[in-house]
């Protein structure tokens, strides 16, 4: 069955509500087994800047968008994820915490597709989720990315019910007319993606450099907000081999900035957030210490 309106949230813009919210879920609500209550999600909402108010507001969005579902336990009401939410948790994990980078001469996958006019939403979507995705744009039917990507795209082929309309490729080589290297800054923007990537560098490169011990919660508001804002530069830049990119290309700067972020900082956070969803009635399932670096497997044995 097609999918209307994507779990993958391409249009949450980082540091608005809705994408902290969902930076918050996703990263913290999934070790404690997938449930939280309402209280000690809206104090971690207030703790990243966002009044009660607008996190309830914002609540009934990610619920539209089949995030979540409202379910009390022993009488606590709070809200769980729901079944259909899992594979893009695993996704963006997967994404976030454990890139993938292409090495020169690796292969790649081609997309081909032809969708009906009479399907042309379907059209229309499959094209947004493919540069979400990573995916460079040869020509409006045919596009590429690093093979390592396959699986993924698969999936969203198979989300949105178009795979009967598409084709898959794998390729060694790919031989265009100019070479290689001026036809990948054809197929993907890069002045967006080193955008994205320098937009990071701007906010954070000197943030860290001043970082010294902060307090718990301190640490939880500027990692939310961190990871909310690098959440799309994982997805939307599919990890070319650096001889295919740009001189001075920003995500060799920005990418190890973000994981000496998380290592320096993402451990405080969760002390804050362990200590306030330990004194919380409901939840059961204590947080992991180093949670962020959970396996795959282990994320997909909580859903």
């Given at each position: ?84 939410a899992h594979p893009m948790l695993v996704r963006a994990h997967q994404r976030i915490h454990h890139p993938r980078a292409m090495s020169s001469g690796e292969a790649w996958c081609l997309i081909s597709f032809s969708i009906p ?24 039917a045919l596009w590429v990315a690093p093979r390592y990507l396959t699986e993924e795209i698969e999936e969203v082929l ?146």
């Open positions: 069955m097609a999918t209307a309106d994507p779990i993958d949230d391409i249009d949450a813009r980082p540091g608005s509500v809705t994408s902290l919210l969902r930076t918050v879920l996703a990263t913290y609500v999934r070790p404690l087994g997938g449930w939280i209550a309402i209280t000690p999600l809206i104090q971690l909402m207030a703790d990243a800047g966002v009044p009660a108010p607008r996190t309830r507001t914002a609540l009934v969005r990610v619920k539209a968008k089949g995030l979540l579902h409202a379910e009390a336990r022993e009488g606590v009401p709070g809200y769980a994820f729901t079944e259909q006019e009479q399907l042309r939403d379907l059209r229309h979507q499959l094209r947004r989720r493919l540069r979400y995705f990573g995916c460079g744009t040869v020509s409006a198979q989300e949105l019910g178009v795979r009967e309309h598409c084709t898959l490729f794998a390729a060694e080589e790919i031989r265009p007319l100019r070479d290689l290297r001026t036809s990948v800054a054809q197929w993907w923007d890069f002045t967006e993606l080193a955008a994205l990537h320098q937009g990071f560098l701007d906010r954070h490169a000197e943030q860290i450099t001043r970082l010294q011990h902060p307090r718990p919660h301190e640490a939880f508001s500027l990692w939310v907000r961190a990871l909310d804002q690098w959440r799309l530069i994982p997805y939307n830049d599919p990890g070319l081999p650096a001889q295919l990119l740009p001189a001075d290309w920003p995500g060799l700067v920005a990418t190890p900035l973000f994981f000496r972020l998380r290592d320096q900082v993402a451990p405080v956070a969760a002390e804050h957030v362990r200590a306030l969803t330990a004194t919380t009635s409901g939840i059961r399932a204590p947080l992991p210490a180093h949670f962020e670096e959970c396996s795959v497997a282990e994320l997909a044995r909580t859903a």
